[in-house]
């Protein structure tokens, strides 16, 4: 049977940076877009999600679902040590039923807000399944921490029924794993992207540094963990320096955080075409502060948005990453931020030929923003600062041809 064509009505259109379109339809068949027009194709099935943007579903493209069921264990509190001792602390009590509902539900959720594609952060690769269940495209990053035990699986990627399952190669950030294992997970990645947190907390950068009180109490965790400074064969003075050094970071590189990169690093990071990926919400509540987002985005680093963990973020939504932004930098141009949550997003994951625009060819996992009384001018604005006349849905289109997520379509 062929696959039936859909097309959706759009008052508003945004593709991408550049190209915003007022009364438009995205033709949908396959699973795929194919086309943008003016008027529908006699066949399609119409889709009417009512005034509002249609948008391409947006790119989380950092989060860790396999964290959901500490929801709320460790309040963050302005001291990332402290918190990450009372993870590891909390560990004892998992419960495995628990620890797959709180991924399930998360996932779900995440789907329903119209977020199309996820980077998440895995030790075990474990919670992949909730994304697919829940049809989400993933890039399941396996993440590495500590000296080598056993190396992670090569990256791989398929799609199934229309959704992206993918692995890939995280390191978890420089203090953490040596020198020479980085290096060897960076080859491993080969042609794909490596993840791996940086510059995320002052303490940090005092580590590299070797004096600050915060420093020593970094390195006196990490010695708690059988992690020694020694081992680390540290090869510059700074985080990224060290990165530097060690080759390990390129245009395949997404550098998570960066809230401790100073103006001058900024630029570095753009030299070599690495994306970067704050969390703001996770970041205020873990340091007290965020990436200088316009200062990144002046020195034209490649920006995508990610809401960390539901152990240190209140939800998945990245939605609320968007408003959350708004909120601390008002003039920051709201193209740009939708841009970070989508294009910025796809790109930083390897995947903007599939994701984070509407194109021919792309995937037909759309996003939709009800929004009211609206002229060009204030479209994207009200979108990026959430003046939405309802919560942002998902329009995704399975290859099979219906939607997903009837319910949430068409509310
Ligand atoms: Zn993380």
Redesign the pocket.
Known sequence: MPDRVHAISARWLWCGPGRLRQDAWVVVEAGRVREVCGRPPHDALRHDPGPGLVLPGLVNA???LELSFLAGAVPPQGDFIDWVRGLVSSRPGYDREKARSAAREAARLTARQGIALVGD?SNTGRAAWAWQEAGVSALTFIEAVGPARSQPPPPRAQWESGILVATGVAAHAPYSVPAPRLQALKHLAGATVMSI?LAETRAEVEFFRGRGGEGRRMEEFLELRGMRREELELAADTPLGHLLALGVVDRRTLL??GVQLTPAELEQVAATGASLCP?PR?NLALTGRTLEVPAALAAGVNLAL?T??LASAPDLDLWNEIRELTRLYPSLDPEAVLTMATLGGARALGWEEHFGRIAPGTTAALAFVPLEGVGRREVLEAAAHGQTAGPPQGLAFAVAAEPLEASARMR
Do not use: K, L, Q
Request: hydrophobic share 15%; proline share 0%.
């Open positions: 950092h989060t860790h952060i947190h998570v955080h969390c996770s990610g960390d963990s």
